[in-house]
């Protein structure tokens, strides 16, 4: 059923479409072009960028409404999503997707993704050179989705968007900005320290309210 194009024929079509990768072949993500998320996702799936192109069986783009409120930001793809190039469908992503039903968040609702769009060898965290080379990609969908309000899972997560190095229990409850964009940013517990941790799951309802309230009174 996959067929794989040769990323010269891609750039073919792209051209041919009038769309503009110059941005993609430039390496330079500063200025990048109106592009659409499946062109995005055609890159991704093509992409080279760093080391861990060669251990991945599939690269793990994200899923999602492109209108969805909520973005969630993982930290990167692990082996059961590396065979099935989705986001969270481990145990980690069934105790999300049932902390979200909680509140009537479906899977649909929300856009979800990864700083890494492949899997790191053993599960270990991507190492920064990873999740620089990585980073262009996430901005890029951060803008084409334009969620009300952005969770990330996680200490690695919240380091790459906040540049913030500290534990969870100090950056949860709290609302961020960066500079490049108003989206009000939240941090929870990843759900895989929640399957280790059992105690600190009461803590999720807690961020929710919290997350609840922003998508609510984001006009104000
Ligand atoms: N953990 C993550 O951070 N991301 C996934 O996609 C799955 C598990
Ligand atoms: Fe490319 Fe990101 Fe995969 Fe590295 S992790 S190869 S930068 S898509």
Redesign the pocket.
Known sequence: EKRYLKLSKIFDYFSEMEIDISWYKKNNFSQPANTNLQTLNTI?KN????K??KT?IN?VFGEGSANAKVMIIGEAPGKDEDISGKPFVGRAGKLLTEILSSINLERNDIFITNT???RPPENRNPHDD?IK??SG?LDEQIKLINPKVIVLLGKIAANRILNIDEPISNLRGKKYFIKENNIPIIVFYHPAYLLRSPLQKSKVWEDLKFMDNIITNHDC
Request: some cysteine; glycine content about 0%; proline content about 0%.
């Open positions: 991704i992409c080279k960028k760093c861990l192109h991945r690269t890494v769009k492949c990873e080379s990585c990609y």
